[in-house]
């Protein structure tokens, strides 16, 4: 197998093409999140069960990082095991909490209907819509569905509050009293795009919880990509947007009851597919290296399969996605993996893998987060005040020096 990757990659590397340019009034992607499935576990804790909300109303609260217009809403049933019908959904501009401006308050149609049916396994953009979004604006989504079914397809980890009413259709509602469940994971909602006013394009985040922001602070918007987002329009680039599609706990090369389908599956859905994307940067593989050493347990094993993997293994995956990447003209960019307390012998797989991102020639140009995270004396470990304090995820200043050591030259394709 993996000298069949290994020649596909080849292959592709010398069929490299351009990105393409993107054409004034081309629909760009402002926001994205990468959908998973909820476990599906009769043991399975409360933190990976999805919250009921059939005969309710969910207001989901997005920040878009690129302005525009005719505004268009994707929601997905991409693990459903049945139809998903909204009934209603709207898109206004969130004030805080759970209140809305009513003034900029939209109803989404749907083929020019106000209901959504969305197949299992299917996604559905709505019709476009006239609201301004301007980048660092919120956005409120709100849906009612009568749907009996606990939602099969989330995103787990949001670090962004969304909002459950009472029994009852408020999607129109201004008032954030009739909101008074919070939690913290987006349900069905994949993406937004806009038409930018002038040529615009996407930059692809995707990757585990590193790039997810797993342990930054809720609500704050420091998880990396959100940092570089704001480093690109104080340069003065208000023509990309940034999007992330972390999973928190994913895998190049396994998936996960709990943590999403590997990368090497989810690529073209979640990056290559992504409105605008013009350039993918590729963070991941720690969970690949640590999993395989977890004791299997009874219940629900997020980390099934226990399968311990080799350099070679994580370089193939690499490959593989920078193959898929240059069949569609899009740049990739690699990242080393960031340090992580690991024992020799992982350490050892996690150092090979970063020698071979480095020196390998094989992405499109290469961001070092291990340089820029690790600790001098102790470079096996973060340096303490850029971690959270659990070894792994970086603190919200460590997230900001992951989007610092992203040299904006190379991300925009005229440098490195």
Same mark, same amino acid.
């Given at each position: 197998?993996?000298?069949?990757?290994?020649?596909?990659?080849?292959?592709?590397?010398?069929?490299?093409?351009?990105?393409?340019?993107?054409?004034?009034?081309?629909?760009?992607?402002?926001?994205?999140?990468?959908?998973?499935?909820?476990?599906?576990?009769?043991?399975?804790?409360?933190?990976?069960?999805?919250?009921?909300?059939?005969?309710?109303?969910?207001?989901?609260?997005?920040?878009?990082?690129?302005?525009?217009?005719?505004?268009?809403?994707?929601?997905? *049933? @991409?693990?459903?095991?049945? %139809?998903? +019908?909204?009934? !209603?959904?709207?898109? /206004? #501009?969130?004030? =805080?909490?759970?209140?809305?401006?009513?003034?900029?308050?939209?109803?989404?149609?749907?083929?020019?209907?106000?209901?959504?049916?969305?197949?299992?396994?299917?996604?559905?953009?709505?019709?476009?819509?006239?609201?301004?979004?301007?980048?660092?604006?919120?956005?409120?989504?709100?849906?009612?569905?009568?749907?009996?079914?606990?939602?099969?397809?989330?995103?787990?980890?949001?670090?962004?509050?969304?909002?459950?009413?009472?029994?009852?259709?408020?999607?129109?509602?201004?008032?954030?009293?009739?909101?008074?469940?919070?939690?913290?994971?987006?349900?069905?909602?994949?993406?937004?795009?806009?038409?930018?006013?002038?040529?615009?394009?996407?930059?692809?985040?995707?990757?585990?919880?590193?790039?997810?922001?797993?342990?930054?602070?809720? *609500? @704050?918007?420091?998880?990396? %990509?959100? +940092?570089?987002? !704001?480093?690109?329009? /104080? #340069?003065?680039? =208000?023509?990309?947007?940034?999007?992330?599609?972390?999973?928190?706990?994913?895998?190049?090369?396994?998936?996960?009851?709990?943590?999403?389908?590997?990368?090497?599956?989810?690529?073209?859905?979640?990056?290559?597919?992504?409105?605008?994307?013009?350039?993918?940067?590729?963070?991941?593989?720690?969970?690949?290296?640590?999993?395989?050493?977890?004791?299997?347990?009874?219940?629900?094993?997020?980390?099934?399969?226990?399968?311990?993997?080799?350099?070679?293994?994580?370089?193939?995956?690499?490959?593989?996605?920078?193959?898929?990447?240059?069949?569609?003209?899009?740049?990739?960019?690699?990242?080393?993996?960031?340090?992580?307390?690991?024992?020799?012998?992982?350490?050892?797989?996690?150092?090979?893998?970063?020698?071979?991102?480095?020196?390998?020639? @094989?992405?499109?140009?290469?961001?070092?987060?291990?340089?820029?995270?690790?600790?001098?004396?102790?470079?096996?470990?973060?340096?303490?005040?850029?971690?959270?304090?659990?070894?792994?995820?970086?603190?919200?200043?460590?997230?900001?020096?992951?989007?610092?050591?992203?040299?904006?030259?190379?991300?925009?394709?005229?440098?490195?």
């Amino acid at each position: 197998m993996l000298s069949t990757l290994n020649v596909l990659a080849a292959t592709a590397a010398l069929t490299l093409c351009a990105p393409p340019a993107i054409a004034q009034n081309t629909r760009v992607g402002t926001w994205a999140t990468a959908p998973q499935a909820v476990a599906q576990h009769p043991a399975a804790p409360s933190f990976n069960r999805a919250p009921a909300v059939g005969g309710r109303t969910v207001r989901q609260v997005i920040y878009p990082s690129l302005s525009g217009g005719e505004v268009r809403v994707r929601f997905t *049933n @991409a693990y459903g095991t049945q %139809p998903l +019908v909204i009934e !209603r959904a709207s898109v /206004a #501009a969130s004030v =805080r909490g759970a209140a809305i401006d009513v003034s900029t308050l939209r109803a989404l149609t749907f083929g020019g209907q106000p209901v959504a049916k969305i197949a299992p396994g299917a996604s559905l953009e709505s019709d476009p819509v006239a609201i301004t979004v301007r980048a660092g604006a919120p956005l409120a989504i709100s849906l009612f569905t009568r749907e009996a079914q606990t939602p099969t397809t989330w995103h787990k980890i949001a670090q962004q509050t969304a909002f459950l009413s009472g029994a009852g259709d408020f999607v129109d509602s201004e008032a954030p009293t009739a909101f008074r469940t919070k939690f913290t994971n987006t349900l069905w909602l994949a993406g937004v795009s806009v038409v930018p006013a002038t040529p615009a394009h996407a930059i692809v985040t995707i990757g585990d919880s590193i790039t997810d922001g797993m342990r930054s602070s809720i *609500n @704050a918007n420091h998880r990396w %990509p959100d +940092v570089l987002a !704001r480093r690109l329009e /104080a #340069a003065g680039r =208000r023509d990309i947007s940034v999007l992330n599609l972390g999973i928190s706990g994913n895998r190049l090369l396994h998936d996960s009851a709990c943590y999403g389908e590997r990368l090497v599956a989810r690529f073209r859905r979640d990056a290559l597919e992504q409105p605008g994307v013009r350039t993918v940067v590729v963070q991941i593989g720690i969970n690949d290296i640590n999993f395989g050493y977890v004791p299997p347990h009874a219940g629900l094993d997020c980390d099934v399969p226990h399968v311990i993997v080799s350099a070679p293994e994580v370089i193939a995956g690499y490959q593989t996605l920078i193959a898929a990447a240059r069949a569609r003209g899009v740049r990739i960019l690699g990242t080393t993996i960031p340090p992580g307390k690991l024992p020799p012998e992982r350490e050892a797989v996690r150092e090979a893998v970063n020698t071979w991102v480095r020196t390998g020639g @094989a992405f499109d140009g290469v961001i070092d987060f291990d340089a820029a995270l690790r600790d001098p004396g102790q470079p096996t470990r973060m340096l303490p005040r850029l971690d959270s304090g659990d070894g792994t995820h970086p603190s919200d200043a460590g997230y900001a020096a992951m989007a610092d050591a992203v040299p904006l030259p190379l991300v925009l394709g005229t440098g490195k």
